[in-house]
């Protein structure tokens, strides 16, 4: 829409609304609002609802990449504005403060969540203006509900009020008179006129004061809806950042150092020349070949004789990096965010060690972007899930200011919090200056994408346990692991805070088991590999240890680890319980499996949402096949049920696909594994049939695009204890079993 392009940075003008609501929800008071970067002249009534003769545009500016976030977004505001989702465009806007994510900041308090208090949720979102501070304007930490659920609902209902205001000043009628559906004022005469024929006027109201709607009145909210997304992706014609075509556009490959510590010395004389190849152009860290398609750029660049530097940032191979996972262990805690009781005695009943891999996010679409410089503006189209920090830097790039520089935010082909860095458009930035008036799309390789990721650390985690009377009695765990926020918020914002990192031991100091005596503490190993947020982050090996650990808690103890959970959360928290007990009955539990199937639980609390998953294995001719998966989740109120539960399911997936197959390593300081074949994902005939329930005994909205992942990994491992006797503490489980494919 050509609206949104035109940045005209007005105050937005929604700062004295005041909301009042029912008590599940409290008000949420706009004050000292961001500039609006859309242009009321063109029908912007705020900076997320734009209305014009073309019709109406719901502004998300969360990334869509498969989670259906965009959809949900937009029902959020249109649950109030009165409009139904097809009347409707959804447009991503350019970053811009007034689409700060206020959650993000939230997730940083060290209370476990669960027991956070009314006031430690007051401070979250006192604290959310942070987020205005620094523009964080990101999709990620599965915030997107939590920080648009009564934002854009607001949104919503003063854009209304706006509406009415409008029609009552042409109308002569009281704005209390008024009613408002699809997209429509009516008064009481049967009068009707559209939103579109009262925007013009509507800029210039006031909203006064705002009432949200019960969700017994919801009409959108809390049913399934149809994605916007689905049919261009059915029909092939979505748009994701790889597809941007634009008149003259050439293509590029790039060629990074495959150690990181950039290019010695090279010969581009006769891969310039070959038919097709415009030039070959150095960048930060390798080469690009700029060519007429993007696989003749890929064969000029690969053909380019290099000779790379030979100083690599970080340890050579990976057992170098494990040793200084060990080697924190003899430090200081980094953090001790769980201390109850006392800790276990020198001679425990049990003592384990589990560790994970480094992982890569292997998205389907590979890093790309589109860059056209024309020596004082810059344009920009890719996938990315956080513009206003890849603005930002391609401004440094190109050497211009920011406001020079134009984000289009793409649909892309997977994320996973690997498309919130900003190093494939910073590349394209560079790209695009060796072309001036040029666009110009550049792709990675598939090779190149594997070997230039941003890794999720590798983790250790030593543990001890004591059981009496068929009980945990003490849990005491010790997790080593590198900062990922340490590294990432300095590439973003330049600094990395300091003090305890609560990431190192997320999803294992925080779980809602009733344990007496509870020490969980964290070790931050300083090793430098490029580290990014993966899919649940810190719980995504947390999960693993502590509920594989759970089990041989059961084990020793002589429980059921259904069973024995069950007893320790009923008192502790009763979402999790319920959870638990809606999956012993959605997969008929009885604690005894027949010869040759085994089955394993895991329940994890991330993200604010508990999910508990039943996995069921089979022995099918040595092989192991998964046959069945059970998952409850707890999110508090489900928007939007069909999308919770696709959500859960590619949750479950991705960590299936990680716990199976997926191991990134180093040798001579470069990364082994180059594509697919190395790192291998889950296959469509590995993933068993899944079963999922929704509860909703929360009383606030959650996280659901991470929850689904953290369990994955411990349930399959228990059902393989299970099935086969033999209890594997380190991932991937391929190092152990066979599986069926």
């Known amino acids: 829409m050509a609206s949104i392009g035109k940045i005209a940075r007005r105050t937005f003008l929604f700062g004295a609304v005041a909301v009042a609501g029912g008590a599940a929800f409290g008000a949420w008071y706009v004050t000292r609002p961001a500039a609006n970067p859309l242009d009321p002249e063109n029908g912007a009534l705020n900076p997320f609802v734009v209305i014009n003769a073309d019709g109406i545009t719901l502004i998300a500016p969360r990334a869509e990449m498969g989670q259906g976030t965009q959809t949900t977004w937009a029902a959020l505001i249109a649950e109030e504005l009165d409009v139904t989702l097809d009347q409707v465009r959804i447009e991503h806007g350019p970053p811009a403060q007034a689409y700060y994510n206020g959650a993000l900041m939230a997730e940083g ?21 942070m987020g205005k501070v620094f523009s964080m304007q990101v999709t990620g930490g599965s915030t997107a509900m939590k920080d648009g659920f009564e934002r854009m609902r607001v949104a919503g209902a003063g854009a209304r009020e706006m509406l009415k205001a409008a029609a009552s000043a042409r109308l002569g009628v009281p704005v209390g008179d008024l009613t408002t559906a699809e997209g429509a004022v009516t008064a009481p005469d049967g009068t009707v006129i559209p939103y579109t024929d009262l925007a013009a006027d509507a800029v210039q109201q006031d909203t006064g004061k705002i ?16 994605r916007f997304d689905i049919p261009g992706k059915s029909t092939g014609t979505a748009q994701f950042g790889i597809d941007t075509r634009l008149p003259g556009m050439r293509f590029a490959a790039v060629r990074l150092s495959p150690t990181r510590a950039g290019i010695k010395s090279y010969d581009a004389f006769e891969a310039a020349r070959m038919p097709g190849v415009d030039k ?13 398609n993007t696989w003749l750029a890929m064969k000029a660049v690969e053909s380019v004789p290099v000779e790379w530097q030979t100083d690599a940032a970080y340890p050579a191979t990976t057992d170098l990096m ?27 009943h049990i003592e384990v060690e589990y560790r994970v891999p480094f992982l890569a996010h292997a998205t ?8 056209w410089f024309d020596g004082t503006k810059l344009r920009i189209w890719c996938g990315n899930q956080g513009p206003t920090f890849l603005r930002d830097a391609c401004a440094d790039a190109a050497g211009i200011d920011a406001e020079n520089v134009e984000v289009n935010v793409t649909l892309m082909g997977g994320g996973f919090g690997r498309r919130g860095e900003f190093d494939y458009a910073v590349i394209a930035t560079h790209v695009a200056k060796a072309v001036p008036g040029t666009p110009v799309n550049v792709v990675w390789s598939r090779e190149e994408d594997m070997t230039h990721d941003y890794y999720r650390p590798p983790a250790i985690a030593r543990m001890r ?10 849990f005491d765990a010790a997790v080593s692991s590198p900062s990922i926020s340490a590294q990432a918020l300095d590439r973003w914002m330049g600094f990395a805070p300091s003090g305890p990192d609560k990431g190192i031991v997320d999803g294992i100091y925080n779980q809602p088991y009733g344990i007496p005596n509870y020490h969980v503490r964290g070790h931050k190993a300083e090793i430098a590999p490029p580290l990014g947020f993966w899919r649940s982050v810190g719980a995504s090996y947390n999960g693993y240890f502590h509920e594989c650990f759970m089990d041989e808690l ?18 502790e928290w009763l979402p999790a319980f319920y959870c638990l007990e809606a999956v012993r009955d959605m997969s008929g539990w009885t604690g005894q499996t027949p010869e040759g199937t085994g089955r394993g639980l895991a329940m994890v609390y991330s993200f604010g949402t508990p999910v508990a998953v039943v996995i ?23 928007l939007d049920p069909s999308i919770v539960e696709a959500q859960l399911t590619g949750g479950l997936a991705y960590g299936l696909s990680a716990a199976i197959g997926e191991e990134i390593t180093f040798a001579d300081g470069k990364v082994e594994q180059l594509n697919y074949p190395d790192y291998e994902p889950l296959r469509m005939s590995q993933m068993p049939p899944v079963e999922v329930r929704i509860l909703e005994n929360q009383d606030r909205v959650n996280g659901i695009g991470e929850p689904g992942t953290p369990p994955a990994a411990p349930a399959l491992a228990n059902a393989l204890f299970d099935l086969t006797g033999q209890r594997v503490r380190e991932l991937p489980l391929k190092k152990a079993f066979t599986f069926y494919s």
């Open 322 to 348: 494990f040793e200084a996972l060990e080697t924190a262990f003899d430090a200081e805690p980094d953090s001790t965010l769980r201390s109850t009781g006392e800790t276990a005695p020198e001679n425990p």
């Open 211 to 226: 009432r949200l709607r019960d969700p017994s009145d919801w009409t959108i909210l809390g049913k399934p809806q149809n």
């Open 280 to 292: 070959i152009v150095e960048i930060p860290g390798g080469l690009a070949a700029i060519a007429s």
């Open 364 to 371: 389907m679409e590979p890093m790309n972007a589109t860059a």
């Open 554 to 571: 059961a084990h020793e103890a002589g429980a059921d680890p259904l069973e024995m959970r069950l007893k320790l959360t009923r008192d």
């Open 465 to 474: 346990g004591m059981v009496e009377n068929g009980l945990p009695t003490h």
């Open 616 to 638: 069921e294995v089979q022995d099918v001719d040595g092989a192991v096949r998964l046959t069945g998966a059970w998952m409850a989740a707890d999110p508090g109120i489900a």
């Open 109 to 129: 308090l060290p209370h476990k969540g669960y027991d956070a208090s009314a006031f430690q949720h007051s401070l979250g979102e006192a604290m959310g203006v």
